[in-house]
């Protein structure tokens, strides 16, 4: 379920808004999406896994606290992540 770090070095290189950039908040919610949908792929075979479902909930949360933070502070930003990930807001 976790990240493995050639997808993970992959993401943080397509989102990064500078070199050696890991931490800004592109990088974060990218990094959250892929989390997000392999966590998803997972509950799909395992119906029953209740931890793992508790933990893509608490993903998704914080995931959209990021966004919102982003639409506040970099509205243009925003609008290429969402694109970008396929997300709909």
């Not at 808004?17 to 800004?24: C, E, K, Q, V």
């Not at 506040?72 to 396929?86: E, H, V, W």
């Amino acid at each position: 379920m976790a990240l493995d770090k050639g997808k993970k070095a992959e993401t943080i290189e397509k989102f990064a808004t500078a070199p050696g950039d890991n931490g800004s908040s592109e990088v974060q919610i990218a990094l959250l999406t892929q989390s997000i949908i392999s966590v998803n792929d997972h509950l799909r075979t395992h119906k029953g896994d209740n931890h793992a479902r508790y933990g893509l909930v608490k993903m998704v949360g914080r995931r959209r606290s990021l966004l919102k933070y982003l639409s506040r502070s970099n509205p243009a930003s925003y609008s290429d992540l969402l694109i970008k990930l396929g997300l709909r807001k």
